[in-house]
């Protein structure tokens, strides 16, 4: 009897005949066949091996579109918000429209983080600094550039992002308001929803420029002193031109970020209780760090130099 292909298969052959390897999608395919073929048949040795593949796989940032040439990635982590919105339908009788109003807030929340990224990519762009990509991750996004930034280039890449979402707070308030002013016509609810979704725009949008510029390194508001710290550095203890940025590092994440991070864990203790920041800024300590350590390994003066 003659075994009968099925078309993924012979779209998998023809790649591999073009000497092309599987997309990533065929070999997700491909290892959760296997896996199911080896439960069927009760033969458990490779199940470790796909399910790492599989593993592997899901966790890699998956690109979903080219904005302005920049892939534009999801991480598998940011499903964290449908997840979230879902488990909170669970519990909710007005589904439908609950479902409909968590679509708009993801929207929202999407639009906001790249008009915030892509900001610091078309400012980046206009130095000549190209994007290798934008990633959206919990709990926001992060723009990768080529190639490291000087002084004078990060204090306007830096500010582009919170002058978006300022930009964007204005056109939320805006919306906010003309759906507010048609409130004789909420018999259609759709309509208080997206005055809902416009306000839930204004105000993330808000805490997204006022957070950035907080001058807690790696933040925009801390790149944006670094820069600034550098350009006093370079200018007024030329000695140390060709340190100022390494030093103007040193002092945006040893003497300003880490008393504002602190600073803004006790007051979510004492005040706020939203925990969630007690992730973030040790993490966000955790990457100035190693930034700071990365740039005394590049900028630093050499070994031979040293006394």
């Known amino acids: 009897m003659k075994y009968q292909r099925n078309k993924f298969q012979i779209r998998v052959l023809k790649r591999l005949e073009a ?8 070999q997700l395919i491909l290892h959760l066949q296997t896996m199911v073929r080896q439960l069927r048949r009760k033969r458990f040795s490779t199940l470790w091996f796909h399910g790492k593949g599989i593993v592997r796989l899901v966790w890699k940032p998956f690109t979903i579109c080219r904005l302005a040439d920049v892939p534009v990635q999801f991480h598998v982590t940011w499903f964290i918000y449908p997840a979230g919105f879902l488990v909170w339908l669970l519990f909710d009788y007005d589904r439908p429209w609950k479902l409909y109003f968590a679509l708009l807030i993801l929207l929202v929340i999407c639009i906001s983080l790249l008009a915030h990224e892509f900001a610091h990519v078309l400012m980046a762009r206009r130095f000549g600094i190209a994007t290798r990509r934008v990633i959206i991750i919990p709990p926001g996004a992060v723009a990768e550039l080529e190639s490291a930034l000087d002084s004078p ?21 805006a919306g906010f308001h003309a759906f507010a002013s048609w409130h004789k016509s909420w018999e259609f609810i759709w309509l208080y929803h997206w005055m809902r979704a416009w306000e839930f725009g204004f105000n ?21 002193l670094r820069s600034l710290l550098a350009v006093v550095i370079g200018r007024f203890f030329p000695r140390h031109a060709g340190q100022s940025f390494v030093i103007a590092t040193r002092i945006a994440v040893r003497f300003v970020a880490w008393p504002v991070a602190l600073g803004m864990m006790v007051c979510v203790i004492l005040e706020s209780h939203d925990w969630i920041y007690l992730i973030l800024f040790p993490l966000l300590l955790f990457v100035a760090e190693i930034e700071y350590r990365m740039r005394c390994e590049n900028d630093g003066p050499s070994s031979d130099t040293k006394r």
């Open 153 to 173: 280039n990060e204090f306007w890449i830096a500010l582009a992002g919170p002058l978006a979402s300022l930009l964007l707070t204005g056109i939320f308030r």
């Open 204 to 224: 993330l949008n808000l805490i997204l420029a006022g957070f950035n510029l907080l001058p807690c390194f790696p933040m925009d508001g801390g790149r944006i």
């Open 19 to 26: 000497d092309l390897p599987p997309t990533r999608w065929q």
